[in-house]
């Protein structure tokens, strides 16, 4: 049984740098949603259950990292949820975690901390890497600490002799349903950069599109995006070609449609990271986990999005891989349902 002096989560990195880095790309979201478990923490946004974002530190970013799981009330409780009793849940706000992790951080005091900018360009802005100005300026020791159910989330930022206290009010979870996506039933995978994807989203935009249709085929031209709006139409084509798509494994055509505003909101995300794997399952769920470069190697910021249907799709006629017989089957991801298990390999 856990001694209740003892804190359910402290862990200490010595650099606020990566876990802003990661952070930032859930900034489309007022409220983040908080797992902790023995392998690190699991912070997930979410906007009008049509996409979901999820941001994994491992206890390997940290310097220390130590999970005393809370005592469950009853076993037989416990099973009457989807998530063990013993995974602490909650929500948090996002924009203050994200102004305390930068608190010593600004080079220019009037330089604004960050922008919720609708252009994907304004990103060129306001990077998100390793070498923006006022990243470079967060060299702090960061501690978080999370005493239990009901208790603030408290993060400590130190930096010479400063030191800063924030409580962050943690809030009862308004959802713990995740976007469904089944990783055995894939109608497509793709691997590529992700500055590549950037690129191509960036000149979609151009038109004003409501919505993006991604189509991926065995024959030519192989992965297509395309998009339509007020000021005309955009077609970005790549060819199944190593030096563009690293790993393209599809059994048929696939084509779904999402909506462009919510893959806008992975644009600073798309070009922070190093590679992007690019999953449709047969329900045209579409994944994007992306590959980002910390300081202590590499980390994964994983994107879900619902597809469009119907009249909503615009009479695209979207095809489920059940309705082929030679859907891609990814037999990698059998082994496990973490997300952050599924790493981008070729």
């Given at each position: 049984?856990?001694?209740?002096?003892?804190?359910?989560?402290?862990?200490?990195?010595?650099?606020?740098?990566?876990?802003?880095?990661?952070?930032?790309?859930?900034?489309?979201?007022?409220?983040?949603?908080?797992?902790?478990?023995?392998?690190?923490?699991?912070?997930?946004?979410?906007?009008?259950?049509?996409?979901?974002?999820?941001a994994?530190?491992?206890?390997?970013?940290?310097?220390?990292?130590?999970?005393?799981?809370?005592?469950?009330?009853?076993?037989?409780?416990?099973?009457?949820?989807?998530?063990?009793?013993?995974?602490?849940?909650?929500?948090?706000?996002?924009?203050?975690?994200?102004?305390?992790?930068?608190?010593?951080?600004?080079?220019?005091?009037?330089?604004?901390?960050?922008?919720?900018?609708?252009?994907?360009?304004?990103?060129?802005?306001?990077?998100?890497?390793?070498?923006?100005?006022?990243?470079?300026?967060?060299?702090?020791?960061?501690?978080?600490?999370?005493?239990?159910?009901?208790?603030?989330?408290?993060?400590?930022?130190?930096?010479?002799?400063?030191?800063?206290?924030?409580?962050?009010?943690?809030?009862?979870?308004?959802?713990?349903?995740?976007?469904?996506?089944?990783?055995?039933?894939?109608?497509?995978?793709?691997?590529?950069?992700?500055?590549?994807?950037?690129?191509?989203?960036?000149?979609?935009?151009?038109?004003?599109?409501?919505?993006?249709?991604?189509?991926?085929?065995?024959?030519?031209?192989?992965?297509?995006?395309s998009?339509?709006?007020t000021?005309?139409?955009?077609?970005?084509?790549?060819?199944?070609?190593?030096?563009?798509?690293?790993?393209?494994?599809?059994?048929?055509?696939?084509?779904?449609?999402?909506r462009?505003?919510?893959?806008?909101?992975?644009?600073?995300?798309?070009?922070?990271?190093?590679?992007?794997?690019?999953?449709?399952?047969?329900?045209?769920?579409?994944?994007?986990?992306?590959?980002?470069?910390?300081?202590k190697?590499?980390?994964?910021?994983?994107?879900?999005?619902v597809?469009?249907?119907?009249?909503?799709?615009g009479?695209?006629?979207d095809?489920?891989?059940?309705?082929?017989?030679?859907?891609?089957?990814?037999?990698?991801?059998?082994?496990?349902?973490?997300?952050?298990?599924?790493?981008?390999?070729?």
């Amino acid at each position: 049984m856990v001694d209740k002096d003892i804190p359910v989560f402290t862990a200490v990195s010595s650099s606020a740098r990566q876990l802003f880095i990661l952070l930032r790309c859930l900034n489309f979201a007022t409220k983040a949603q908080v797992q902790i478990s023995a392998e690190g923490l699991r912070i997930s946004a979410e906007e009008s259950s049509s996409m979901e974002a999820f941001a994994f530190l491992e206890k390997e970013l940290f310097e220390s990292f130590q999970f005393n799981p809370p005592a469950s009330p009853d076993d037989a409780e416990s099973l009457s949820s989807n998530h063990s009793a013993d995974i602490p849940i909650f929500e948090i706000s996002l924009p203050a975690l994200l102004e305390t992790l930068q608190i010593f951080g600004i080079a220019n005091p009037q330089q604004p901390r960050d922008s919720n900018n609708n252009s994907i360009s304004s990103t060129s802005r306001n990077a998100t890497n390793a070498f923006d100005s006022r990243v470079l300026g967060m060299t702090g020791i960061c501690r978080l600490t999370y005493a239990g159910t009901g208790s603030p989330f408290s993060i400590i930022m130190s930096e010479a002799n400063v030191t800063t206290t924030c409580d962050l009010t943690s809030y009862e979870p308004s959802t713990i349903e995740d976007i469904p996506f089944a990783r055995d039933k894939l109608a497509q995978k793709i691997i590529m950069s992700g500055s590549w994807l950037y690129d191509a989203m960036r000149e979609l935009e151009s038109t004003s599109p409501e919505q993006l249709s991604i189509t991926a085929s065995p024959d030519p031209p192989t992965f297509t995006l395309s998009a339509s709006g007020t000021l005309g139409s955009a077609i970005v084509e790549f060819s199944n070609n190593k030096e563009l798509l690293e790993t393209f494994q599809v059994g048929r055509k696939v084509r779904n449609t999402y909506r462009f505003a919510l893959l806008k909101k992975a644009a600073r995300t798309m070009q922070a990271a190093v590679k992007v794997s690019i999953r449709v399952d047969d329900q045209g769920v579409l994944s994007m986990q992306f590959m980002i470069e910390v300081e202590k190697g590499v980390s994964f910021v994983d994107f879900r999005f619902v597809p469009l249907i119907g009249e909503e799709a615009g009479g695209n006629g979207d095809v489920n891989a059940d309705e082929e017989t030679d859907g891609y089957h990814d037999d990698d991801d059998d082994e496990g349902d973490d997300e952050n298990s599924e790493m981008l390999e070729g």
